[in-house]
């Protein structure tokens, strides 16, 4: 399996690796959203946002924690 050329990813143009940087993250939202409904299928969609947000800004303390 190939790795990703950096050099080849440098070369982009900006509106391309914004592109690519908004579909990753919309990746990662839903993969999260998901892992969050599976744990709590009865959670209303408004809950179901709020335990995304705790999980997003538990990750940012972790990130920080680490500096």
Same mark, same amino acid.
Do not use: H, I, Y
């Given at each position: =399996?190939?790795? +990703?050329? !950096? *050099?080849?990813?440098?070369?982009?143009? @900006?509106?391309?690796?914004?592109?690519?940087?908004?579909?990753?993250?919309?990746? =990662?939202?839903? +993969?999260? !959203? *998901?892992?969050?409904?599976?744990?709590? @299928?009865?959670?209303?969609?408004?809950?179901?946002?709020?335990?995304?947000?705790?999980?997003?800004?538990?990750?940012?303390?972790?990130?920080?924690?680490?500096?």
């Amino acid at each position: =399996m190939g790795g +990703v050329d !950096l *050099e080849q990813l440098g070369r982009l143009p @900006p509106d391309v690796k914004v592109n690519m940087t908004v579909d990753m993250t919309e990746a =990662m939202v839903s +993969v999260c !959203l *998901e892992g969050v409904r599976a744990q709590n @299928p009865k959670l209303t969609d408004v809950e179901l946002m709020e335990r995304l947000r705790e999980r997003f800004e538990w990750a940012k303390r972790r990130r920080v924690g680490r500096g």
